[in-house]
C-alpha cells in the first residue's frame, strides 16, 4: 500500500493496485523459460487488520482464487486470524512487515518498546513519507526512525508470526514502508535471509488491474476479468485488499480514501466471482500460492525491493 492508504485519486495511487496488462503480455516468453504455462499468484492483503477484512480474506480463499495472505502482526484483529488461518493450513501465509498504521481514527502501535517509531500517542505514523494533503508530522521517514528499534520490532513481528502460523513461507512489506530507504531494503534483506523468508519474487511480474477502473468504466469484476484475458506464459502477481460493506468498514478511511468498505467489497466480489473462476478455467491459467512458487523455482530468500504493499 501506498501513502494515501489505498485509494487511487491523482498522483497517488492504490499501492499494489496496478494497471491491466498489456495485450503484449500474451507474445512475452515466460521469466524463468520453463514452458508456456500462465501460473498465478493471488494474493490477499492485511488480514489481522479488523475483523472485515479477516473474514473476507477467509472467504476469498474457500470460495475464490486467493492463495496467499498477508498477515499484520500489530495490528488490532491479529489474534483472530491467527485462529483463522490455522484452521486453513492449506491458505500460504506471509509475514506483513508493518511500520505505520494508515487510518484516521483506527491505529495501532509495535510490538517492541521503538519510541523512535511511534507518534506521540504511540501509534505508527501513517505514512511512509510525509504527504502535503496530511497532517505535519506524519511521515515514517521524516521521523528518524532508529534502525535497531526497527530491526528489533521486525524480528518480533516474524518470531511471533513464525511461533503461531505454521505455514509462513514469505515476508512482504506493508506500504512499502519497511524497505523504504536502501539502509531499510538492507536491513530486511538480512533478515529474509536469516529467516529464510523472501520477501522478492524474482522472475514475478505484476498483474496490473483495478486502479484505472473509474476512468475505464469498470467495476472491479469486469478489470480483473479484463486483466485476466491479456497474460501471457509466465509467473504473474495479483494483489489486492478483500473486504466487506460492513459498519466496521464503512468506519475505516482516511483523506482521499473514504469509501474503504465499497472498494474491498468489490475486490471480494471479484476473487469469488464464478465468471472470473470460468476464464481461469478457459485459459488454463494455473492458480499457485507463493510457497509453491519458491518451491518449484529453488530460489533461495534474495530479498530486495518488495513487490507489493
Known sequence: MVDNGWKPIGAFLLAGIVLLASGAARAQAAPDGADDTI??????????????????CIQTYREG??????????????????????????????????????WDHYKWGPLTEA?????????FYPTTSQRADFPPHT?????????AEVEKELRA???LARARIPQVSHLSAHMGTPTGTPALRRLVAGLAEEYGLPIETPGVRPVRGFYDRRS??????????????ELGPGTWLFLEH?????????????????????????????????????????RGIRLISYAEWLRESKRPGSPADHTGP
Request: with cysteine; proline share 5%; aromatic share 4%.
Open 242 to 282: 478483500p473486504g466487506l460493506d460492513t459498519a466496521e468498514m464503512r468506519a475505516i478511511g482516511h483523506r482521499g480514501y473514504e469509501d474503504v468498505a465499497a472498494d474491498r467489497a468489490g475486490v471480494t466480489r471479484a476473487f469469488t466471482s464464478d465468471k472470473v473462476k470460468r476464464l481461469i478455467a478457459r
Open 157 to 159: 513481528q516474524i518470531e
Open 139 to 147: 511521515g515514517f521517514l521524516q521521523a528518524d526512525p532508529n534502525l
Open 115 to 123: 519510541p523512535s517509531l511511534v507518534d506521540a500517542q504511540g501509534h
Open 39 to 56: 501460473r498465478l499468484i493471488i494474493r490477499a492483503d492485511d488480514i489481522g487488520s479488523c475483523h472485515t477484512a479477516n473474514v473476507a
Open 65 to 102: 482464487i486467493v492463495q496467499s495472505v498477508e498477515i499484520m502482526m500489530p495490528a488490532p484483529w491479529c489474534n483472530e486470524a491467527i485462529k483463522m488461518l490455522r484452521e486453513n493450513p492449506g491458505l500460504d501465509v506471509g509475514v506483513h512487515l508493518t511500520l505505520t498504521s494508515e
Open 216 to 229: 475505464r468504466g469498470l467495476d472491479h469484476e469486469a478489470a480483473l476479468l479484463a486483466a485476466l484475458e
